[in-house]
């Protein structure tokens, strides 16, 4: 039973597909732990623009990140000893990465410098991050996500402040992933993948979070929501590849549309264009973005 009217689909289309130059499927550790079985050429995730049009994405696999110019040109950033998951642009034009073998980075596009922002939490290894969000104070959400589900709902949600204060604001979530920000930066938005939830949680300047509010509660399937967007107007962006699709949410939770997937399942992250209403999507099963346009 849904408490809603089905949500009006939306098209989308092929922006930009990894060559295949940049293609050798071959064993590795990554695709060993996740997707077993499955000859893994890439896995693109993170996607982030710059102020030219160049669309960023990483290669978790292969610990490669990659620009895409406005035309679907590729060409490769940086190659290093990593898993990059989710990235974001940074004001001076650095890259900053949620890497799941290595911690939140930052690294140089032009150089390929790699800086170590925050590697361990009190000593401890993190369990493995997967996204993050840039807040307007200059801290840092991100998801340490590693293998928590259901079985183990053990997943966090930090905030790291330019001081390099820590806060530790969820620390129960089953397999916490894509994570944004309200437009006020009062609230933010976790997508827990084995739970198939969206919870909402306050962005208070305490480092004990209160009252955290289910926000969406997905259907079920082969896998729950990953990334996670905010559109200028408070409509929240789910990437959900167990079912092939983004849905886009109002502010009170009410699903409006469904952006179908042309191309593989798996949709997983997703940044919308300067104008607040194009939306470029990887779809990591087939290392390809997708584009859709949101009505108004």
């Known amino acids: 039973m849904s408490w809603f009217a089905p949500p009006t689909d939306v098209e989308s289309r092929v922006f930009a597909r990894l060559p295949d130059v940049f293609r050798a499927a071959r ?84 150089s390929g410098t790699i800086h170590p922002v925050c590697t361990t939490v009190n000593s401890e290894s993190f369990k493995g991050l997967n996204d993050l969000a840039l807040l307007a104070a200059g801290a840092v959400l991100f998801t340490d996500q590693g293998q928590t589900g259901l079985h183990d709902p053990t997943g966090r949600l930090y905030r790291l402040w330019p ?29 827990l993948t084995r739970a198939a939830q969206i919870w909402r949680v306050p962005l208070a300047p305490a480092a004990l979070s209160a009252k955290t509010q289910l926000f969406a509660q997905l259907p079920g399937g082969l896998s729950g929501p990953d990334g996670l967007v905010v559109d200028p107007h408070g409509r929240l962006i789910v990437c959900d590849p167990g079912h092939g699709s983004a849905w886009v949410l109002s502010r009170l939770g009410e699903p409006l549309f469904r952006i179908r997937s042309c191309a593989g399942r798996t949709l997983t992250n997703a940044v919308l264009r300067p104008d607040g209403r194009t939306l470029l999507m990887t779809e990591s099963e087939s290392g390809q973005i997708l584009e859709a346009v949101l009505p108004g």
Do not use: Q
């Open 163 to 191: 001081d390099g204060r820590l806060d530790r604001l969820i620390g129960n979530a089953a397999s916490p992933n894509g994570v944004a920000v309200n437009p006020e930066g009062t609230h933010a938005f976790l997508a």
């Open 27 to 110: 064993p590795n550790e990554w695709g060993a732990a996740n997707k077993p079985g499955a000859a893994i050429d890439s896995f693109l995730e993170g996607p982030c623009l710059a102020p030219d049009g160049t669309l960023y994405v990483t290669d978790i696999p292969y610990g490669r990140i990659f620009a895409v110019d406005a035309s679907g040109r590729w060409s490769l950033v940086h190659e290093y000893d990593g898993w990059p998951n989710g990235m974001k642009l940074r004001p001076d034009g650095s890259l900053l990465v949620a890497d799941y073998r290595r911690g939140l980075l930052r690294i140089d596009p032009e």
